[in-house]
């Protein structure tokens, strides 16, 4: 049997984490099992359906490295078709028209909240004699019959055996008066026909597939597996939020995370493979099973996705980090990359890729490479460069120029000189002013390489225009 799995979003405008962990697993799922990923839009809602908003779960699927195997299916052009299977179960006698007007639906519901009951329909049109009067100018809706006692059971991977009594499922709207499906009634339908063999999504949607198999039955149908991830919590444990920060896969890639590292993180949110922290696509392909996805709520932890960005950061070719970094030194400090600088980002690379979690960090602690001076100054930096820093740096220019060969080893020298010379060995005393000259920072990576990197006439131009 071919694993089917699907992603069907509603296009809401943004792309959730949750959702892009749900997509992730879907689709670990059916690489690993060599089956399909399928991608459904769930584009009823057709007030808030906009090409924009679908075009924002499709860009974020494909950053995050998801490929899908299908043409994205649009559940609003497969309505007469949901509609045909509402007509097929009421010719069957599995559904019913109800001629409910609202007043009575009112009555019924207020009278199911007097005595306590979890439905409130009460049914009356279920075994109404074929032909029965049926009020003027009422058109009908088409309700499913639910089984009505008993209980059904959900054997789900995820989440092991839940069941419910029959007696909690109410004859359910499957096609409304103007004709149009229900939500319900399309998911069982979409994932009938896209051959779908196992449903992998949030536990969110574990009530609905009670009602959906009472679908599924009607129609003699096959179910999907279910497997009902658990939610995303913030650190507080309670429901991932706003409150807890970024939302949005969006949000996340423009605060400079690599997919890699935001699909490693994902994945680790209810699913893990020993102790391992760092996990690759191809390792997890190799190593995922949704049965070994965790039951209880897992936690967002910023601090932890942004070690895994380290780490998959300092792993990136060099030019490949740099063609990422461009784009963000343009958009958070409005930074124009020239060939000079780009020969310079690119020889500092390594030492710059080592300190920062995440592209933001780096396009800000590299900008000295590709700023003119003068640089905007920290105020910890600034304080180096008081009357003894800048004596110190006058002696440093002075010596550096001297030197004929700009390498690490003997700008080094230099410095090491001046700071017996100057300051009884204190290397930082050398180090820190000549840092805020040429970086405008108190930190950096190490100063001899970034001189080397700026090359001697920069590096001398900084020198003496402090
Ligand atoms: N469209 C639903 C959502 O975005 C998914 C429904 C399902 O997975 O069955 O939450």
Redesign the pocket.
Known sequence: MTIVT?????P?GFMHIG?AR?ALFNWLYARKTGGKFLVRI?DTDRERYSTEAVDIILKGLDWLGLGYDNTPVSQFEGRARHAEVAHELLKRGLAYECYCTPEELDAMREKAKTEGKPTYYDRRWRDAAPGAPKPPGIKPVIRIKSPLSGDTTVHDVVQGDVTVKNEQLDDFIILRSDGTPV?MLA?VVD?HDMGVTH?I??D??LN?TFRQNVIYDSMGWTKPTYAHLPLIHGADGAKFSKRHGAQSVDEYRLMGFLPEALNNYLMRLGWSHGDDEIITMDQAVEWFDIKDVNKSAARFDFAKLESINAHYMKMMDDSALLTLLIPFLKSHLDLDVNDTAKARLLSGMKDLKDRAKTLIQLAEESAFYVRAIPLPMTESALKNLDAAGKETLRLLHERLSALSLWNVENIDAVCRTLANDMHGGKLGKVMMPFRAALTGSDKSPALPHVAEVLGKEETLFRLSKI
Do not use: A, C, Q
């Open positions: 699907r992603f069907p979003p509603s809401t959702n749900t769930e939500y998911v994932d449903v999504r949030g969110d949607h609905n």
